[in-house]
């Protein structure tokens, strides 16, 4: 036995999670719901966390930070609409987990975190598991990525005031966004499509994430 859950339970942990959270909540991309079934989401928190790894909440990773509500990681996923080729932005790498659920699908995976510790743990976890289609970069992701651009798709994973202008512009045409946009109690997710050099906004849900810290999002 390693600990509460030994290898089984977490598995049968992931399925349930799956099954109740994500399915039951009306996400239907198989790509999504095979990535969320087989990342081991209890590797990207704490030993002491790990028998709540599964649960339908956030989870704190240190540094004041959280690992999103494996709903919440479902639903912008989906909304990223990838197919298998795509070059994904995520801004805001956080545990890693998020990440691992893109580079399952996509072709590659720039994850951009502020905090170097945050970023070097992610990027361990990374590793251990095998991943080699993810680059790390630490930094202010609300400037993007220039040297990578453009790119397919782009997730942000903390709240910003606005959307950030150069993630617009590092945006590929057709390319999807999705970010939560509000103030630092209560936020929408908003899903952009460029059409013409446009955004086209549609909004999904209503979101509790953690601040974006940059020179387009909050200032510190
Ligand atoms: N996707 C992550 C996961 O799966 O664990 C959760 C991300 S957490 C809700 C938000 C992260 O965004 C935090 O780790 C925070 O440090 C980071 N962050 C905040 N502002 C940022 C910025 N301007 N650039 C990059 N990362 C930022």
Redesign the pocket.
Same mark, same amino acid.
């Given at each position: 036995m390693q600990g509460f859950y030994d290898k089984d339970l977490y598995r049968i942990a992931r399925e349930k999670m799956v099954k109740s959270q994500i399915v039951a909540r009306g996400i239907k991309d198989e790509k999504v719901i095979q990535a969320m079934l087989k990342v081991p989401r209890h590797l !990207?928190v704490e030993e002491a966390l790990r028998d709540q790894a599964y649960g339908d909440f956030?989870l704190p990773?240190g540094?004041g930070?959280?690992?999103?509500q494996p709903y919440i990681?479902a639903l912008m996923t989906e909304a990223l609409e990838l197919k298998g080729k795509e070059r994904v932005l995520?801004?805001? +790498?956080?545990?890693?987990?998020? +990440?691992a659920i893109l580079a399952e699908i996509a072709l590659w995976v720039y994850t951009?975190?502020?905090?170097p510790d945050?970023s070097e743990k992610a990027k361990k976890v990374l590793l251990s598991l095998g991943y080699k289609n993810i680059s790390l970069k630490i930094?202010?992701?609300?400037l993007g990525w220039p040297e990578a651009a453009p790119f397919d798709a782009i997730i942000v +994973?903390?709240a910003s005031p606005q959307i950030p202008q150069p993630l617009v512009d590092q945006l590929a045409e057709g390319g999807r966004i999705v970010i939560p946009v509000g103030d630092e109690f209560s936020q929408i997710l908003v899903k952009g499509i460029k059409k013409d050099g446009i955004l086209k906004i549609q909004t999904l849900e209503p979101v509790r !994430?953690?601040?974006?810290?940059?020179a387009y999002?909050f200032k510190e």
């Open positions: !990207f956030p990773i540094k930070q959280t690992i999103s990681v995520e801004v805001g +790498t956080g545990s890693g987990y998020q +990440t951009i975190e502020r905090d945050l930094g202010d992701g609300s +994973t903390a !994430f953690v601040k974006l810290v940059g999002g």
